[in-house]
């Protein structure tokens, strides 16, 4: 009995190290593999009928294909992350054996076939970024969940026969349609009967044409043959009328023998109409459109491109977003989430034919939605030269529901709500453009931004620990004034660049709104120049005023002065920069259209309104009138709105009103 027993151990043992996987071991082991049809059913035979791996290839293909992309939540929506480590990974390169289109093939083909599919993750240890990732075949891992801690973990089944442990943090996996999370339905189980009567119908026509067209019947003799005779008439029967090559051949019989032919054909069995029908059966099962696996019997050229555009409704995007909230949740660190996320793009499989395309897109950039160079991206063209292509058009005879509207009955009024129409355009598609220049520029402000940032932390941090550690906080006060006394010097060289460069850009777009010339002159360099100077000692006094606060604190509350001071340097460095760079893409704009203005005779400004969600205070703003020279709010002014009142601390002579406003100013 022992020895029965160890023979059954290593048998399993065998199995497992084969196999990798104990419960398809054990379902192969006491035949839950076979169907009714006789036909034995696994992954291995599954993809052997031709409609399941028709539809196989095109889901895993058709998603290993797709641009997959890393972004960055922005502002105003979303930018390619092209210095995130895994914008490379995902898009081309998995490991150094494995691309981005192989991983999500073998990855998609596991799903499919067993309902679930792993990759093991593997991350710098010292900064926890992802490396590499690897496919593993779903057949050798089993996931489990401890029973003390509740917390899964992944037996991975190893060639040599070992086991290895990997945690969540370890693995990337998807998984099919299930009942609860881990626990997935098997696809090729849920199949078996399907996919076994198409394995039985594809035997049955093999068989068929194998034995000819005289295979079965019975022979009749009046007496009795000997058995020498029987020998010779089976043999003979058999090398001359069966096969395929041998069919319809003319029989001679000897000795009264007579042949009826009990045969049925194809048709008669039902056959073709059996492997047609399973043609249809893999298709709904796996939800795809039965002409795209080249079942053109119900497909007309009228609706082929529908149901190409449900397949990615239907069929596609169910599994493209359990790839990207598995992404999202599996390869970004926590911190990360907020703002980085990964995204399949589907544009070109929605594309549509030509003729609709171009009449989609020219609704889109008649209303304003897109423009030349947009359009000509989507088509895989480059941009228009110098520029022309960024212009956005909008029609003329709009006109804002809540604007007063002149007496319609008078032709002089009319006249003039066409004039008025034409003006209140143009001054929305100038701030829409100062608005675009303002986000292209707004990443060459945070890169200055975040060098000041840097090394301001670092000196500060530096002379913090020398000094706080020896309980020497005077020493440490006097330096830091000492220090941003100096510090607005080379801030301002940091920034100037990129200031110059804005400022000539909104110089030249002001400078067509008015019918000036355009090009830097000396008293704007000058003025800019005295505008980067009152910047740095603003942001200094900030840093100044914020830092000895945090000293004043430390004394109350006796607490580490040197942990405030840390916690404080590394919100500015994550948080600074972007907060640097979205105010002063606005304001510089507003302060350099007002230079140029006043250089061109304009008397009066008016306040435009921008950004998608613009907040009630600045639709307050949109549309005040004033002198050129005036506030449009003073300082203690309030501004009531519906959601509440703003109080104003200090004037706003042009934008930006409050952080992340965006509005514009125009010359009226």
């Given at each position: ?102 991983g999500r093939l073998i ?392 200031l110059l460069a804005y ?123 004033v002198g050129i020279d ?39």
């Amino acid at each position: 009995m022992f020895e029965r027993l160890k023979i059954f151990a290593l048998a399993f043992r065998s199995a497992v190290s084969t196999l990798s996987n104990p419960r398809r071991w054990l379902i192969d082991m006491f035949g839950g593999g076979k169907s009714k049809s006789g036909a034995d059913v696994n992954e291995d035979t599954a993809v052997k009928v031709t409609a399941v791996f028709a539809c196989i290839r095109l889901l895993s293909q058709t998603i290993a294909s797709l641009p997959l992309h890393t972004y960055r939540r922005i502002e105003d929506g979303k930018e390619r992350a092209y210095d995130h480590p895994l914008y490379y990974i995902l898009h081309n390169l998995w490991n150094p054996e494995c691309t981005s289109y192989m991983g999500r093939l073998i990855m998609m083909v596991n799903l499919l076939l067993t309902g679930q599919a792993f990759a093991e993750i593997v991350r710098n240890r010292k900064t926890g970024e992802i490396k590499e990732l690897w496919p593993i075949p779903s057949n050798k891992v089993l996931p489990k969940r401890n029973k003390q801690t509740k917390e899964i973990f992944y037996e991975v089944y190893l060639d040599d026969g070992g086991i290895q442990i990997l945690y969540p943090e370890q693995m990337f996996h998807l998984q099919w349609i299930g009942l609860e999370n881990f626990k997935t339905f098997h696809p090729v189980v849920l199949a078996r009967e399907a996919i076994g009567l198409s394995l039985a119908a594809e035997e049955f026509g093999s068989r068929f044409f194998e034995n000819g067209a005289n295979a079965s019947g019975i022979a009749e003799y009046p007496g009795k043959l000997s058995d020498e005779a029987y020998n010779r008439f089976t043999k003979t029967f058999n090398d001359r009328f069966t096969s395929l090559s041998k069919a319809q051949r003319i029989m001679f019989l000897e000795q009264g023998l007579k042949f009826t032919k009990l045969t049925i054909n194809p048709n008669e069995a039902q056959a073709i109409e059996t492997r047609k029908f399973q043609v249809i059966e893999a298709a709904r099962f796996y939800n795809v459109p039965p002409h795209l696996i080249m079942d053109l019997e119900r497909a007309t050229f009228s609706n082929v491109e529908h149901q190409d555009i449900s397949f990615v409704k239907y069929s596609l995007r169910p599994y493209l977003v359990c790839w990207e909230q598995e992404m999202l949740r599996s390869l970004f660190l926590p911190f990360e989430r907020r703002q980085y996320f990964s995204e399949f793009n589907v544009d070109g499989l929605l594309r549509g034919d030509a003729k609709s395309r171009a009449e989609a897109l020219d609704i889109q950039m008649r209303n304003g939605v897109i423009n030349a160079d947009e359009w000509r991206a989507m088509e895989n063209m480059n941009p228009q030269p110098d520029g022309m292509g960024k212009i956005y058009y909008v029609p003329l005879n709009w006109v804002r529901k809540d604007e007063p509207r002149p007496d319609s009955a008078s032709g002089e009024g009319e006249r003039q709500t066409g004039k008025q129409l034409e003006k209140r355009a143009m001054q929305q598609r100038s701030a829409k453009a100062k608005l675009r220049m303002a986000k292209n520029y707004k990443r060459i402000f945070q890169d200055a931004a975040e060098r000041i940032v840097k090394r301001e932390k670092k000196q500060v941090l530096d002379k913090a620990r020398r000094t706080l550690k020896e309980r020497s906080q005077p020493d440490f006060l006097a330096w830091l004034e000492d220090y941003y006394r100096e510090a607005p010097e080379w801030m301002k060289r940091a920034l100037k660049p990129a200031l110059l460069a804005y400022t000539e850009a909104i110089q030249a777009l002001a400078s067509e709104e008015v019918n000036s010339k355009a090009g830097m002159t000396p008293e704007l360099e000058k003025w800019m120049d005295g505008y980067a100077d009152i910047w740095a000692r603003n942001y200094t006094a900030s840093s100044l005023g914020q830092l000895q606060a945090l000293i004043r604190q430390a004394n109350d509350e006796a607490i580490d002065a040197l942990e405030l001071i840390e916690q404080r340097l590394d919100e500015w460095e994550e948080k600074r920069p972007g907060k640097v760079a979205s105010n002063e893409v606005i304001e510089a704009a507003g302060v350099v259209s007002k230079f140029v203005y006043a250089g061109a005779g304009i008397r009066y400004l008016r306040w435009v309104a921008q950004g998608s969600k613009t907040c009630p205070y600045c639709q307050e703003m949109d549309g005040r009138v004033v002198g050129i020279d005036q506030v449009f709010v003073g300082k203690n002014d309030r501004l009531d709105s519906e959601d509440g009142t703003m109080n104003i601390y200090k004037p706003a002579f042009t934008p930006p009103l409050h952080q992340g406003c965006v509005c514009q100013i125009v010359p009226e």
